[in-house]
């Protein structure tokens, strides 16, 4: 097996618990206590209420393609093998976008629109990192 050539999550101590739970293969994000807006990505205060207290509250992981790209070219040696794949802003069901890969189709086959589900990629027993399959 070779050693992984792409970029790592760097947490940080705002951020740890959504790693973490991607890591147990949950998507995890903030929910403001004041007025339960969700929020990605994590931040110290609510950008509605400006609270600074929250808990963090699971999605179900599906949504849909909401904007893409197809990349052409490697931004690092490590992506390379891959091209061209799909960088994706996907709009989860509860409203929260976030931004990955979307894996297991062809880039002509992404569409705005297209309902995906969210998959993970474990790295390591240390890290894993979340892309979005096509939901079939």
């Known amino acids: ?13 705002l ?7 991607v890591r147990q293969h949950k998507l995890l994000v903030q929910k403001c206590a004041s007025c339960s807006k969700l929020r990605h990505t994590p931040r110290p205060l609510c950008p509605s209420c400006l609270s600074q207290e929250f808990t963090w509250a699971p999605l179900s992981g599906q949504g849909q393609v909401y904007s893409y790209t197809v990349m052409h070219r490697a931004p690092a040696p490590g992506f390379q093998e891959e091209l061209p794949y799909v960088v ?17 189709c062809t880039p002509q086959q992404v569409r705005v629109g297209m309902p995906v589900k969210v998959v993970y990629e474990d790295i390591n027993d240390k ?10």
């Open 88 to 104: 994706a802003l996907v709009e989860l069901k509860e409203g929260v976008r976030m931004i990955s890969n979307v894996v297991g």
């Open 1 to 13: 097996m070779s050693e992984y050539q792409k970029p790592l999550p760097e947490p940080t101590p």
């Open 15 to 21: 951020s740890q618990p959504f790693w973490e739970g």
């Open 127 to 136: 890290a894993s990192i979340f892309k979005f399959a096509p939901a079939r």
